[in-house]
Nanobody, 117 residues
Framework: QVQLVESGGEMVQPGESLALSCSVS????????MGWYRQAPGKDRELVAG???????TYANFVKGRFTISKTHTKDAVYLQMTSLKPEDTAVYYC???????????WGRGTQVTVSS
């Protein structure tokens, strides 16, 4: 059983910053990658940022320079630091892990981020 719990989502104004956290627990074993997706109303879920076991990062073009992903050394948590938030960043943010043993994504339930004046 793998559990992921996101936290940190809230309503903020444009230009403000927000930090999301995701704690990972359970029978995780070796993690291949961790990261964040988001889904806005009426849109498909899209990758925001990912980080591999080795620390290599990937960012969607729409967040480059504004968001930073990081993880703990023990890989029991992944974070997303978001700055210069825009209304179009409004979405439910989901964290994921991809495990080495089965190459499968496991998801959290999501945390709502709303950017509005």
């Amino acid at each position: 059983q793998v559990q992921l719990v996101e936290s940190g989502g809230e309503m903020v104004q444009p230009g403000e910053s927000l930090a999301l956290s995701c704690s990972v627990s359970g029978s995780v074993g070796s993690i291949r990658a961790m990261g964040w997706y988001r889904q806005a109303p009426g849109k498909d879920r899209e990758l925001v940022a990912g980080i591999t076991h080795f620390g290599d990062t990937t960012y969607a073009n729409f967040v480059k320079g504004r968001f930073t992903i990081s993880k703990t050394h023990t890989k029991d948590a992944v974070y997303l630091q978001m700055t210069s938030l825009k209304p179009e960043d409004t979405a439910v943010y989901y964290c994921y892990v991809k495990l080495t043993r089965d190459d499968t994504f496991y998801w959290g339930r999501g945390t709502q981020v709303t950017v509005s004046s």
